[in-house]
């Protein structure tokens, strides 16, 4: 049963990719709840189901097993067009490659969005904001190309917030930052959450990115090993001693 705060919940997903004859399980058997206005963090080894998960939840993939309810409704079972509907008015995507056009300059990239559905109101300012706190206001008419890794990722996070989103599922948001720039785009992040009620799930490796979110799921090889408040974790270091703990079993029963 799925409670009326939760934005977003995944029930007994299961998704597998075939790969010649080869049958990959990414994912198997993930459930799982986000409240509204929260910020959960997703963690997992290299390969453990993490993109795959967030391709789902975002209706970018279909689930073989399984569905996805947003606000309580089956997500997973709509037509193709109005899943991609509902993505684009509702849902903000940070892909872990950036996705950005290499013919589009910075401002044209964030601006994309906007093409395919209307902005809603005070977009342009809003953009306008975050582009500046990202740090990228002097590169708006730069390529791609002529932008460091770390500014093109920062590009992909404008774009995934130029519509005004409510739901923010981003993939190593913070993977090429350094330090700084990471702790900056997780109190973006945060303010999202505090000040608009955004719900966020954040891909992550880092337990100093993670540590900013108030829930955790961890992934193992396609099954979802822990789900838990931060708040059981006192701060990184702690954090990722729990992570690897957990994933050390995992890792050994690798061939
Ligand atoms: N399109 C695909 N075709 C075949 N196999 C795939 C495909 N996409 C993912 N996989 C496999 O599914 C598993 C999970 O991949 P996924 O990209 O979800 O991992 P991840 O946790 O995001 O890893 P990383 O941290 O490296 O980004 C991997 O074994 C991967 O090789
Ligand atoms: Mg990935």
Same mark, same amino acid.
């Given at each position: 049963m799925v409670q009326a705060t939760m934005v977003m919940a995944a029930e007994g997903l299961g998704k597998a990719f075939r790969q010649g004859e080869e049958r990959i399980a990414? /994912? !198997?058997g993930v459930s799982f709840g986000v409240e509204r206005g929260t910020f959960t963090a997703v963690m997992g080894a290299s390969g453990s189901g993490k993109t795959t998960l967030l391709n789902l939840l975002a209706g970018l993939l279909k689930p073989d097993a399984g569905r996805i309810l947003l606000d309580g409704d089956d #997500?997973?079972? &709509?037509?193709d067009s109005e899943r991609a509907r509902l993505r684009r008015r509702r849902i903000g995507f940070v892909f872990q490659d950036y996705n &950005? /056009? @290499? +013919? /589009?300059?910075l401002a044209e990239n964030v601006r994309l969005p906007r093409l395919l559905d209307e902005a809603p109101e005070g977009a342009e300012g809003w953009l306008a904001e975050i582009v500046e706190f990202l740090g990228l206001g002097g590169r708006l008419k730069h390529l791609p190309s002529q932008l460091s890794g770390g500014e093109r990722q920062r590009a992909a996070i404008a774009r995934a917030l130029a519509m005004k989103p409510e739901i923010v599922l981003a993939d190593? @948001?913070? %993977? +090429? /930052?350094d330090l700084r720039g990471s702790t900056h785009v997780c109190e973006l992040l945060r303010r999202l959450c505090r000040e608009r009620g955004c719900t966020v799930l954040a891909v992550t490796h880092a337990p100093h990115v993670a540590i900013h979110a108030d829930r955790v799921l961890m992934l193992g090889d396609g099954r979802l090993l822990a789900d838990r408040p931060?708040? !059981? #974790? %006192? !701060?990184a270091e702690q954090l990722a001693i729990a992570y690897q703990r957990l994933l050390a079993p995992v890792a050994e029963g690798r061939p």
């Open positions: 990414a /994912l !198997d #997500f997973s079972s &709509l037509k &950005l /056009l @290499p +013919n /589009l300059t190593e @948001p913070t %993977g +090429n /930052l931060m708040s !059981d #974790f %006192g !701060d």
